[in-house]
């Protein structure tokens, strides 16, 4: 059983459009963060640049690398609270316990 409210049944109403921004930047860490990780001379500017976008969202969407699995998939599926965007999402601590107090959710179970 989920610990984050509204997990249970029906999706909460969340900000238009999050569930695919969430999904398709998850879709996308996997692959950076292997980039990262393999190749010494990677780096967020490149990756940016290869992608057409700005070192801040790459740095962002590899942050969400670190998310509770428990948040990623109350994300995807609509069911955070209202208010909580993928910018928030992306500013959150390592640590899962700390990511659920700084969101005021219970920590996941289990």
């Known amino acids: 059983m989920s610990s984050i409210p509204g997990a ?6 969340c900000p238009a459009g999050l569930m695919a921004e969430v999904g398709l930047r998850w879709c996308g860490v996997g692959r ?3 980039e990262l990780l393999a190749d ?3 780096n967020a500017e ?3 640049k290869r992608e057409r ?3 801040r969202k790459v740095n962002m969407t590899i942050s969400l690398a670190f998310l509770a699995p ?3 998939k109350a994300a995807i599926a ?3 609270p209202h208010g909580i965007g993928v910018a928030r999402l992306a500013d959150m601590p ?9 969101l005021e959710l219970p920590s996941a179970v289990g």
Not at 8 to 13: D, L, Y
Not at 94 to 102: C, D, I, K, T
């Open 94 to 102: 390592a640590e899962w316990s700390r990511q659920h107090q700084m």
């Open 53 to 55: 976008c700005s070192i």
């Open 8 to 13: 249970e049944g029906a999706p909460r109403s």
């Open 46 to 48: 490149s990756i940016a």
């Open 40 to 42: 010494a001379n990677a």
């Open 78 to 80: 609509g069911r955070l």
């Open 32 to 34: 950076w963060l292997d």
């Open 70 to 72: 428990d948040l990623v």
